[in-house]
């Protein structure tokens, strides 16, 4: 399969849908099978849980600054990490594709299409707060939490990748495009993600309130968008995207109900359709 590009697929939903559970029945099904090669299972925002590849202290650091971002409620500093960590996908798979050369990549969350989800929605949230809401001094205190190391490494990342090594601005240039249509904030963020739309998408569809229940069993925070009526629109936004995905590119989309499913029950439907075709 070495001279083959893999089949690349994205597992998408809100928050609370099940995202992580299934990936890691996905990742320890491929390796209890003696097939762990044909399929990679990558977290496209926390690298870190890959266990093994490129980017995870540096994932550990940008999870680290969006907690702040939560806590400081800041939508413009939490679209400039989420910005950063998606940003790292592209390295990722490019490392699990020449290593592991599989012959199906399986990504938890996708940059393009999270973007296309997410953006609008900050871009919403920042509109309704006083651009002043929150002062960089306050940031600065805040970040003194996450230690300087941590954020000197996140800052040199932003450089890197053309973000500038000013995270409030990054995210407030983020956010001025968020009203664009769809197509164009398609073009944009290929270019800086750097990467491509997936061969497929498989949607994890559950109500609200399940959802809800589910975050809060969590042993970490409430992220800032993870309230029933932004959740809602969360997923009106899901549907919109992946229908436009569908119409105007041609990316199928699988949706699996998944409110009371258990975890085991949806893995075995997704590795089947991975495994025995496409």
């Given at each position: 399969?070495?001279?083959?590009?893999?089949?690349?697929v994205?597992?998408?939903?809100?928050?609370?849908?099940?995202?992580t559970?299934v990936?890691?029945?996905l990742a320890?099904?491929a390796?209890?099978?003696g097939?762990?090669?044909d399929l990679a299972?990558?977290?496209?925002?926390r690298?870190?849980e890959?266990?093994?590849?490129?980017?995870?202290?540096?994932?550990?650091?940008?999870?680290?600054?969006s907690?702040?971002?939560d806590?400081l409620?800041?939508?413009e500093?939490?679209?400039?990490?989420?910005y950063l960590?998606l940003?790292?996908?592209?390295?990722?798979?490019r490392?699990?594709?020449d290593?592991?050369?599989?012959?199906?990549?399986?990504?938890?969350r996708?940059?393009?299409?999270?973007t296309?989800?997410?953006?609008?929605?900050?871009g919403?949230?920042?509109?309704?707060?006083?651009s002043?809401?929150?002062?960089?001094?306050e940031?600065?205190r805040?970040?003194?939490?996450?230690g300087?190391?941590a954020?000197?490494?996140?800052?040199?990342?932003?450089?890197?990748v053309?973000?500038?090594?000013?995270?409030?601005?990054?995210?407030?240039?983020?956010?001025?495009?968020?009203?664009?249509?769809?197509?164009?904030?398609?073009k944009?963020?290929?270019?800086l993600?750097?990467t491509?739309?997936?061969?497929?998408?498989?949607?994890?569809?559950?109500?609200?309130?399940?959802?809800?229940?589910?975050?809060?069993?969590?042993?970490?925070?409430?992220?800032?968008?993870?309230?029933?009526?932004?959740?809602?629109?969360?997923?009106d936004r899901y549907?919109?995207?992946?229908?436009?995905?569908?119409d105007?590119?041609?990316?199928?989309v699988?949706?699996?109900?998944?409110n009371?499913t258990?975890?085991?029950?949806t893995?075995?439907?997704?590795?089947?359709?991975?495994?025995?075709?496409?």
């Open positions: 399969m070495a001279d083959r590009a893999p089949y690349r994205a597992l998408v939903g809100i928050d609370g849908s099940g995202k559970a990936a890691q029945g320890a099904r390796a209890g099978s097939h762990r090669g299972v990558l977290h496209a925002v690298p870190h890959n266990g093994e590849g490129p980017a995870r202290q540096l994932s550990r650091h940008l999870h680290r600054v907690v702040v971002a806590q409620g800041s939508p500093l939490k679209i400039g990490t989420y960590q940003r790292t996908y592209s390295s990722v798979e490392h699990f594709r290593r592991r050369q599989p012959r199906v990549i399986l990504a938890e996708h940059p393009l299409i999270d296309m989800v997410y953006l609008p929605l900050y919403r949230m920042a509109a309704a707060r006083p002043d809401a929150i002062s960089p001094d940031f600065a805040q970040a003194a939490t996450v300087p190391l954020m000197r490494a996140v800052l040199d990342w932003a450089e890197r053309g973000g500038g090594r000013d995270l409030w601005l990054l995210g407030r240039r983020l956010l001025a495009l968020h009203d664009l249509p769809p197509e164009l904030l398609l944009e963020f290929r270019k993600m750097r491509e739309l997936p061969h497929k998408i498989i949607l994890l569809d559950i109500g609200v309130e399940k959802a809800l229940a589910r975050i809060a069993g969590r042993r970490q925070g409430a992220e800032m968008h993870e309230t029933g009526a932004r959740l809602a629109a969360v997923r549907d919109l995207v992946l229908g436009w995905l569908a105007a590119r041609g990316v199928p699988l949706r699996i109900g998944n009371g258990p975890v085991a029950r893995v075995d439907v997704i590795y089947s359709g991975l495994t025995e075709g496409r």
